[in-house]
């Protein structure tokens, strides 16, 4: 999954202040599918091996860039979609991971904006305009996506446990 990481951080459509990447995407999938300390590592792992200078931040970057909070909010993301899965469970699976990918792109865009304000110094309206509105549609269409196909790989993996 770490490597799925990093080569949505390549894909990535350029803007004018941030690119559009598959990261959200990978990110949910993640937070969805694994296991809370298995989704933490693979997050931790590959903040450290960014900081450390390979290059496999969104664009082949690496390093702390104006940006770098969003990683940051990649596991703060992790702790929240872990608790809220104990806290908030419907009949419905579905409605459970879309619940569970808002509140962790919530998280994602709070530190995401708040690191962006401090790095760049602007105002947080201009942090918001920047950081999320260009994005939130895609982002929320992503989530969606994420609880879609996490739900479809947790009954390919499931399947293949029964057959072993």
Do not use: H, R, W
């Not at 969104?58 to 702790?79: E, K, L, R």
């Amino acid at each position: 999954m770490l490597s799925l990481l990093v080569v949505s951080a390549y894909i990535a459509i350029p803007t004018a202040n941030i690119a559009f990447t598959l990261q959200i995407l990978i990110i949910m999938i993640i937070l969805l599918l694994l296991p809370f300390l298995d989704s933490l590592i693979i997050l931790i792992v590959y903040l450290v091996i960014g900081v450390i200078g390979l290059p496999v931040f969104s664009g082949g970057t690496s390093s702390i860039t104006p940006t770098f909070g969003f990683v940051i909010g990649f596991i703060i993301a992790t702790i929240f979609v872990f608790l809220f899965k104990k806290l908030i469970k419907t009949k419905k699976p579905l409605i459970n991971n879309i619940i569970y990918s808002i509140i962790a792109l919530i998280v994602i865009y709070c530190f995401g904006v708040l690191f962006f304000m401090f790095y760049m110094d602007v105002t947080f309206l201009s942090a918001i305009t920047i950081c999320v509105v260009p994005y939130i549609a895609f982002d929320i269409a992503k989530c969606i996506i994420a609880a879609i196909t996490s739900l479809k790989l947790e009954k390919i993996i499931s399947s293949d446990d029964d057959k072993e």
